[in-house]
């Protein structure tokens, strides 16, 4: 874009359109879908010994690196742009998320001192337990999909029917 159009750089999209929201409202699900596999996918590779802490960290930075560069593009008016960066990060997230379901466990070792072991804080920090209750990936994203306020009108009543379809249940 040539520097003659600089105010369009700096053009925000107004949020109060439909057109803002036809467009953010598919990319917020879809992000936070996806999103939410691959940091469970992220943590998958850690726990199982396959990424280092520094690693671990690293992605996790460069993620919150590309969502900021999409969050520029966005309010810079650059919609080609934003849709670009965002799609090539959603498919590093899903290739995350593939290879986390694909790479073996490896056992991981923790020495720690008695008096450390004995400590509730270090059970909360380490859980520690022959079969340590794990909530799949996909159940975690489609939680999230419920947190989302533009899916209200979809989340809110199918959560009521649920609540009152376990207080049925119960008496």
């Known amino acids: 874009m040539p520097p003659w159009h600089a105010k369009y750089w ?3 999209w107004n949020p109060l359109t439909v057109a803002f929201w036809f467009a953010m409202g598919p990319i917020s699900v879809v992000g936070t879908f996806i999103g939410t596999i691959a940091y469970r996918g992220l943590n998958s590779l850690y726990e199982t010994g396959r990424l280092t802490r520094g690693k671990r960290s690293a992605i996790q930075q460069g993620r919150d690196l590309v969502m900021m560069m999409t969050g520029i593009l966005l309010g810079a008016g650059m919609a080609k742009y934003y849709v670009l960066v965002f799609l090539v990060q959603q498919a590093f997230d899903v290739g995350t998320y593939i ?3 694909r790479a073996k466990g490896r056992p991981v070792l923790y020495v720690v001192d008695s008096t450390v072991d004995a400590t509730k804080e270090f059970h909360e920090l380490y859980p520690v337990a022959p079969n340590p209750v794990i909530v ?5 994203a489609i ?3 419920g947190d989302i306020p533009l899916l209200y009108p979809i989340t809110l009543p199918i959560k ?3 609540w009152l379809w376990n207080r049925g249940k119960k008496k």
């Not at 799949?136 to 975690?140: A, D, H, N």
């Open 99 to 101: 290879v986390s379901l």
């Open 160 to 162: 009521l029917a649920r």
């Open 136 to 140: 799949p990936p996909l159940k975690q």
């Open 10 to 12: 700096f053009a925000n």
């Open 143 to 145: 939680t999230a999909l």
